[in-house]
């Protein structure tokens, strides 16, 4: 099987004649007034459907010869073949010499897929029994505390991949829920998050699931022992001893089974990840065990099979057909030719609350670098600066930049049609879910068109005399219409983003899977905490050194 590293078989996009194309396309005065004005099928030709999920791309800054540019720079670097690669467990992760099989962690138990010595689906459906049995003990209430009462409240304890994932996801599917057992997330480890949630919760009855991928992040392990002596000073009441509360409140997940183990994690509560699985793509995985307790294990089957569905979207549909590698050619389009390097994510639905956060993570992480798989340094833009709201909230607090400001800003609305029209006293819902679906076409349009949205003369009058009443249009969106949030196409939409990652990545050249951005930092805090507690004379930059003065004095 073919790697990506040091492999001369893949192309460069960036040495390839259609780079250039879209370079010189790129310095046109474009406008969307005029391409919608030339083109009354513009709509329907750039526009398609997989599944649940509808993508508008029309009101993006391309006409056909930028998108067959676009599809002709996927081909010279042999996207095709990377796609191939990422399924079938190549080493796609090449600074860490790994594959990438979040793919395979929703693939049908019928499948075969051999890496290496390993079977993959094999151990992911093995895992997947874990998840299940566990997960059942705490929903029908077999599970005990210390005290032998059932559980009531989880709580995982992650951060990154191992708390947005699953924190996403199981806001979005709430609805879903068929148990009264409560779900929380904690990430910050500063203890603001645990502290105001241990208020509230009896120790009796909240289990803890601490989701690490190595079982050593400084953040997890912090919130975790700070539960752990929570636990026990309730539990040393009762006669209870530290081995009988770690077993009975605490739940594992990890690629490091030693580290759980030394941590005081019963084997039989401990779940498997693998070194393949990156943590912004693991919500898949065990690492989705809150999700499942949430809303039971056949929603979270339908979620990796929504996931699935978009897989083989991904890697069978024609390019020109393809959500995936449409939505991540437009971003590349956006961000590296047109020079517009900042993107939102603008849901409106209340549901996906925390998509935004989600999708800043996944691609940000995966895709902010400046430097190619072969060690090249990259002279074009990557990854767009990125953030995301509610759209309705939105509208009040930074629509203004987008509709008025200097910066270009390309979005991304979400929406979902079908809601609240299964019973007739959810009129009401019903029609303010009709209204946010409204608000989220309307504020696409004048995006896009500005003042003349409204087509009205008074609109046109008032803008002429009075600048700051004028909306200049011109910012490039996509609209994605979900045809009804589930389990399913909510896992079609999170692989749909993971793809469009990937597609991104393929034509910079660049490895997505790898964060090495974040280790010189983790590095740092280790010394500056040294210097923190040591309280002596510091040996770090002038600032820093006044910095830790200045807090030492007032500790």
């Not at 079938?88 to 049908?108: F, I, Y």
């Not at 956006?334 to 996944?362: E, I, K």
């Not at 803008?463 to 249009?473: M, T, V």
Request: with cysteine; charged share 15%; proline share 2%.
């Amino acid at each position: 099987m073919d790697e990506l590293k040091g492999n001369s078989t893949y192309n460069s996009a960036r040495n390839s004649t259609y780079w250039q194309q879209l370079q010189m396309l790129a310095k046109q005065p474009w406008s969307l007034a005029a391409l919608f004005a030339q083109d009354d099928s513009r709509a329907t030709r750039f526009s398609m459907q997989a599944g649940a999920l509808y993508m508008d791309y029309s009101k993006q800054c391309i006409d056909e010869q930028v998108l067959a540019s676009l599809l002709q720079l996927a081909e010279s670097c042999e996207l095709s073949k990377r796609i191939v690669a990422l399924m079938q467990g190549a080493m796609v992760n090449t600074s860490e010499e790994r594959a990438a099989l979040h793919t395979a962690l929703r693939l049908p138990a019928t499948v075969k897929l051999q890496v290496g010595e390993q079977e993959v689906v094999a151990d992911v459906h093995q895992s997947l029994c874990q998840v299940e049995r566990l997960s059942e003990r705490v929903r029908s209430g077999t599970w005990r505390g210390f005290s032998g009462k059932a559980i009531t409240d989880v709580v995982n304890i992650g951060v990154g991949g191992s708390d947005l994932g699953p924190l996403m996801a199981a806001t979005a599917l709430d609805e879903w829920a068929d148990t009264n057992i409560e779900v929380h997330f904690v990430s910050n480890m500063d203890g603001t998050q645990l502290d105001n949630l241990l208020k509230h919760l009896n120790p009796e009855t909240t289990l803890f699931i601490i989701s690490s991928k190595s079982f050593g992040t400084v953040d997890t392990l912090s919130n975790a022992k700070t539960a752990l002596s929570w636990l026990l000073a309730t539990a040393e009441l009762r006669a209870g001893t530290e081995d009988s509360v770690l077993r009975r409140h605490f739940i594992g997940i990890s690629a490091n089974n030693e580290k759980m183990s030394a941590w005081g994690i019963h084997p039989e509560h401990q779940l498997q990840l693998w070194e393949w699985v990156g943590g912004r793509f693991s919500l898949w995985s065990a690492i989705g065990l809150a999700i499942a307790i949430r809303i039971g294990m056949d929603g979270f089957k339908e979620l990796l099979s929504g996931a699935h569905s978009m897989d083989e979207h991904f890697a069978q549909a024609d390019f020109a057909e393809n959500l995936p590698v449409l939505l991540g050619l437009l971003a590349v389009w956006n961000s590296t030719f047109l020079q517009v390097n900042a993107h939102t994510v603008l849901p409106y639905d209340g549901r996906l609350s925390y998509l935004p956060s989600y999708l800043t993570q996944l691609e940000m992480e995966s895709n902010g670098k400046s430097v190619t798989q072969y060690g090249e340094c990259i002279d074009y833009n990557t990854c767009p600066i990125l953030w995301g709201e509610i759209g309705s909230n939105a509208q009040h607090a930074f629509y203004q930049l987008l509709h008025q400001g200097t910066q270009q800003v390309s979005c991304d609305f979400i929406a979902c049609v079908g809601r609240y029209s299964d019973k007739v006293e959810n009129a009401p819902l019903q029609q303010q879910h009709e209204l946010s679906l409204a608000n989220c076409l309307a504020q696409s349009r004048v995006l896009a068109f500005g003042n003349a949205a409204l087509q009205t003369s008074e609109v046109q009058v008032a803008s002429a005399a009075d600048k700051y009443k004028y909306y200049r249009g011109n910012q490039p969106s996509t609209t994605l219409l979900i045809d009804e949030l589930t389990p399913h196409s909510l896992g079609s939409l999170i692989a749909l983003y993971e793809h469009k990652v990937y597609v991104m990545a393929s034509i910079w050249d660049i490895n997505p899977f790898d964060q090495w951005g974040v280790e010189m930092g983790k590095q740092m805090a280790e010394s500056v905490h040294y210097a923190m507690q040591k309280a002596g004379e510091s040996q770090f930059d002038s600032s820093t050194n006044q910095l830790l003065k200045h807090i030492q004095q007032l500790s």
